[in-house]
C-alpha cells in the first residue's frame, strides 16, 4: 500500500513537472514569436495548447481569418487591443483564444475566482459569445458563465463565486457586482468588450464606469468592433495607454477598402415615405423562397408591421424581435430563425451587431439607419465568412442624397433599383379595414406612427434627416389611421436620460433614487404597504391611460380646463351648402316616399356584394369564372331550377305561416270567450247586490249620429249586440218579451240599423 502511494505521488510530480516545461515553452514560443515575418493562416501553428487546438479542431474552426491572424498573435504577447475588422470576419474567436490562453498559462483553478470579464452591449451577442466559448474550450478545466438581463438571479448568485470566465451584459454584470458576496474582481486578468463603441455610448458609460472602477488597474484589455472609436477619452476610461490597433486604419482611412463585406450586393430604391409599407409588402411577397432580415427603427413599428402583416398573410413564415420582449420569446426567436430556411424576421438593431445567423439571403432596411456605423452592422448579418448575400435600404427623397454622400464617404455606393409597377401592391385598403375592427391595431398603429416621427425628430444629422418635411397626414393614412395623432415632443436632454435609464439594470434604479432636494434615497427599507401597491398599479389593456391620451385631443398644459368647452369654434355654416330638402306633394308620392315595398319597387332590390382581396366591392356574378357558370348547365336551366327551388320554398313558407295565422285565430277566439265567461259571473254577482235605481241601459256610443256611421261600415250582414240593465228588485222569474236571458239581466237582440229600429228598442226597454 505504501508502495502504491509512493508511485502515485511520484507520477503526480512527473506530470506537474511535464506541465510546467510544456508551459514554459510556450511562453518561449510566444516571445519568439515574429509579428512581421511570420504569417501563419492554420490555428495549429499559433502558439497555443493542445486543449484549444483540440477544441477549435472539434469545432470545425481550422484557418485563421485575417483579424484572427493579426491580433492573436499580439494578445497572446500581453498586448492591450484595440482591434476593428469587418462584419463576419471571426472577431469572436479573435478574443476568445487569447483569453483561454491566459488563464492556462497562469494555471488557473476555481478557487482562483474571476480571471476574465468579457462584456457585450446585448444579450443576443452575449448568448452567442458564450456557445462559442463552450465549443472551443470543451476541453478545458475553467468554468464559465452567462449572466445577462430576463434569467433568474437567485440562480446566478448562487454559482457566480465559482466562474474563471463570465459573460453578461453591463447591466446584469453591475447588478452582480453589487449583490454578489462571493464575486471578487481583485484579480482579473482579462477584460473584453465586444462591439466596443456601442459599449462606450451614452447608453452603457456610466455602468461601464462602474464596472471599471471595480476591476484591477493592471490588467490586459481587448476592444472588438466593425466600427471603432479612438476617442481618447473612452480609450482613457478604460486604462488603456499603450495599446496595439488592428485593422483600424483599413477599416477607416483606406481608400479602396470598404468596411462591408466584398461578397455583400448592396443596393437601394428611392421610396415615398408613405409608400414604405406597399414597397416592403411587395419585396416579401416576390421573395417567399428566401430568409431575410427586415430592420425598422423602433420595437413599436415592429410590433404593428409584424402584427398586421401576420393578418394579411404575404405566404412566408414571420417572426419578430425586439427589446421590449421577454428574454424566453427572444431567445426562442433567435433559435427558430436560425434553424428556419424560408422566413422573414422584424427587427430593430437589438440583432444588428455580432449575431451569427446562417445563410441569410436579404437583409433589408425599411427606416434609414442613424449612422453608416449602424448601416455596416445591419448588412453584416449576411454575407458572412466569404458567403454572397443581399441588402436593399429604402430611402425617402429627404433621405437619398444626404445618407448616399454620408455612404460613399465610407466607400460604399449601393446601386439604385426602379420598381416594377406591376409587382407593386397596395395594402392600404386592408389596413384601413383590420384597425376599423380591432382597436388595438388601431393603437399599435398610433404608436408605430408617434415613435417613428419621434426617431427623425431627436436624429443629430439634421442633413438626413428633415423632420419638417415629413408627409404626417399621408403617413398616418398609409399605416391605416383615420388621422395623424398628436405628439408632444421631447427634449434631447429627455431622450438622452431616456436611453441612460433603458440600459441601467431596474435592480439598481429601485435600490438607489434621487429625491426632490437632489439626494441618494435607499429605497430597500421603505416600507410599502397594499395600499401603495395598488395605487401604483397601470392599468395594461388597450383602454388604459395611455390610450385615452393618443385618442383624445390633447389641450394646452397653460390653458385651465373649463366646465364645458366648445370644439370647432371657427366651424360656419352656410345655408348654400345645406341639401334642399323637398316634401313630396301629392299623396300617392307621400305614400311611395314612406313605403319600404313602394320604393323597393323603384329603386330595385339590394343586390349581394363580394369583396376581393384588394377590398373592393363586386357583385357575385363577376368573381364567378366562365367555366364554373357553363359548368352547371344552361342559363335558362338553371334559371328554371332556380324557380322552381324558390317556388318550392315559398310554398314551404305559405304552409308555415297559414298555420300560424289559423294558430293566432284560435288563441284570439279563446281568449273573447274566457272574457265573456269572467263578465257573465261578474254579472250574477253584481244583481244579488244590487241597489235601488231604475233601469239603466247603454248601447252604442251614446251618439246617435256616431253610431249611424259605424253602423253603415260594417258589413251587410247582422252581429248581435249585448245590451245590459239593471232594476230594483227584479226577480229571476220575470219574463221579458225581447229574448230576456234566463238569468234577467241580459237581453240580446239584433243591431239596429236604422233610426225606426233604434226608437223601437228604446221603447221595449222602457216599458220593462
Known amino acids: 500500500m505504501a508502495k502504491k502511494n509512493k508511485v502515485s505521488t511520484t507520477t503526480r510530480k512527473q506530470l506537474r513537472q511535464k506541465e510546467d516545461d510544456y508551459l514554459k515553452k510556450l511562453e518561449t514560443q510566444i516571445e519568439e514569436y515574429d509579428l512581421d515575418s511570420t504569417k501563419h493562416t492554420v490555428f495549429k501553428d499559433l502558439p497555443i495548447c493542445h486543449q484549444t487546438l483540440k477544441g477549435l479542431r472539434d469545432s470545425a474552426f481550422v484557418k485563421m481569418t ?16 484595440l482591434a476593428a475588422a469587418r462584419t463576419g470576419s471571426g472577431k469572436t474567436l479573435a478574443f476568445l483564444i487569447p483569453v483561454i490562453e491566459k488563464l492556462y498559462r497562469e494555471k488557473w483553478t476555481e478557487f482562483d475566482g474571476l480571471g476574465a470579464l468579457i462584456i457585450s452591449p446585448t444579450r443576443e451577442l452575449a448568448m452567442q459569445i458564450y456557445e ?54 481583485s484579480n482579473v486578468q ?124 404575404p405566404g412566408i413564415s414571420l417572426m419578430h424581435l425586439h427589446g421590449r420582449q421577454k428574454q424566453t420569446a427572444r431567445t426562442e426567436t433567435l433559435d427558430k430563425f436560425s434553424r428556419a430556411q424560408h422566413t422573414c424576421l422584424f427587427a430593430t438593431d437589438v440583432v444588428a451587431r455580432g449575431i451569427d445567423f446562417p445563410a441569410v439571403d436579404w437583409v433589408v432596411q425599411a427606416d434609414c439607419p442613424e449612422s453608416v456605423d449602424t448601416y455596416i452592422h445591419r448588412v453584416g448579418r449576411c454575407a458572412r465568412y466569404g458567403k454572397h448575400g443581399k441588402s436593399l435600404i429604402m430611402l425617402t427623397p429627404q433621405e437619398e442624397e444626404g445618407f448616399l454622400k454620408r455612404l460613399k464617404q465610407r466607400h460604399i455606393e449601393p446601386n439604385k433599383l426602379t420598381i416594377k409597377q406591376s409587382r407593386k401592391k397596395s395594402i392600404k385598403p386592408q389596413l384601413q379595414s383590420l384597425l376599423f375592427q380591432d382597436p388595438e391595431l388601431k393603437y399599435l398603429g398610433q404608436k408605430a406612427f408617434i415613435s417613428y416621427v419621434r426617431s427623425i425628430y431627436i436624429q443629430k444629422d439634421k442633413e438626413v434627416f428633415k423632420f419638417d418635411e415629413l408627409p404626417n397626414e399621408e403617413f398616418a393614412n398609409s399605416l391605416g389611421l383615420p388621422g395623424a395623432p398628436k405628439i ?103 305614400r311611395k316616399a314612406t313605403s319600404k315595398k313602394a320604393s323597393l319597387a323603384g329603386k330595385g332590390n339590394p343586390s349581394k356584394m363580394v369583396f376581393d382581396d384588394e377590398g373592393l366591392a363586386h ?50 277566439k279563446r281568449k273573447r270567450l274566457e272574457a265573456l265567461r269572467r263578465e257573465e259571473e261578474a254579472g250574477a254577482d253584481n244583481d244579488s247586490s244590487a241597489d235601488e235605481a231604475p233601469y239603466q241601459a247603454s248601447i252604442g256610443t251614446g251618439n246617435l249620429s256616431d253610431d249611424m256611421n259605424s253602423s253603415s261600415d260594417e258589413e251587410s250582414g ?50 220593462g
Open 190 to 313: 482579462v477584460l473584453v468588450l465586444d462591439e466596443a463603441d456601442r459599449c462606450l455610448d451614452m447608453g452603457f458609460k456610466k455602468t461601464l464606469d462602474a464596472i471599471v472602477t471595480n476591476l484591477p488597474p493592471v490588467r490586459q484589455t481587448l476592444l472588438f468592433s466593425a466600427t471603432q472609436s479612438q476617442s481618447l477619452a473612452d480609450l482613457a476610461r478604460l486604462s488603456l495607454t499603450d495599446y496595439k490597433s488592428v485593422g483600424t486604419a483599413e477599416v477607416k482611412d483606406s481608400a479602396n477598402v470598404s468596411a462591408t463585406p466584398e461578397t455583400l450586393e448592396q443596393s437601394y430604391i428611392n421610396v415615398e415615405l408613405p409608400d414604405k409599407l406597399d414597397i416592403l409588402y411587395s419585396f416579401i411577397k416576390t421573395h417567399l423562397k428566401s430568409k431575410m432580415i427586415v430592420f425598422l427603427s423602433s420595437s413599436k413599428q415592429v410590433h404593428f408591421v409584424y402584427e398586421t402583416f401576420r393578418k394579411l398573410q
Open 66 to 81: 485575417e483579424i484572427q491572424q493579426k491580433s492573436i498573435p499580439l494578445s497572446l504577447k500581453g498586448h492591450d487591443l
Open 718 to 767: 247582422r252581429t248581435t249586440k249585448r245590451v245590459r240593465y239593471s232594476r230594483d228588485n227584479a226577480s229571476d222569474s220575470e219574463d221579458n218579451s225581447n229574448k230576456t236571458s234566463s238569468k234577467g239581466r241580459v237581453i240580446e237582440m239584433e243591431h239596429p240599423e236604422s233610426l225606426e229600429d233604434l226608437e223601437s228598442l228604446t221603447a221595449k226597454l222602457l216599458q
Open 619 to 668: 357583385p357575385v356574378y363577376e368573381l364567378e369564372g366562365e367555366e364554373d357558370f357553363h359548368a352547371r348547365g344552361g342559363a335558362e336551366d338553371q334559371k328554371d331550377a332556380y324557380l322552381s327551388k324558390e317556388a318550392q320554398v315559398m310554398t314551404t313558407r305559405d304552409v308555415e305561416d297559414k298555420k300560424l295565422a289559423k294558430e293566432k285565430r284560435q288563441e284570439k
Open 488 to 590: 408632444k415632443m421631447k427634449g434631447m436632454k429627455s431622450v438622452e436620460r431616456a436611453k441612460e435609464l433603458k440600459n441601467t439594470s431596474r435592480q439598481l434604479l429601485s435600490l438607489s433614487k434621487a429625491n426632490e432636494d437632489g439626494e441618494i434615497v435607499d429605497r430597500s427599507k421603505e416600507v410599502r404597504t397594499r395600499i401603495d401597491k395598488m395605487f401604483d398599479r397601470r392599468n395594461q389593456t388597450v383602454l388604459s391611460e395611455h390610450y385615452l391620451n393618443i385618442t383624445k385631443a390633447q389641450a394646452d398644459e397653460d390653458e385651465e380646463e373649463d366646465f364645458m368647452t366648445m370644439k370647432r369654434q371657427d366651424h360656419q355654416i352656410k345655408e348654400d351648402d345645406l341639401p334642399q330638402l323637398i316634401a313630396p306633394s301629392s299623396k300617392r308620392a307621400q
Open 132 to 185: 462559442v466559448l463552450v465549443k472551443i474550450g470543451r476541453h478545458s478545466s475553467f468554468s464559465a458563465g452567462l449572466v445577462i438581463g430576463g434569467k433568474d438571479v437567485k440562480y446566478e448568485l448562487e454559482r457566480i463565486s465559482k466562474i474563471n470566465i463570465l459573460v453578461g451584459t453591463p447591466g446584469r454584470i453591475l447588478q452582480h457586482m453589487d449583490q454578489a458576496v462571493g464575486l471578487n474582481t
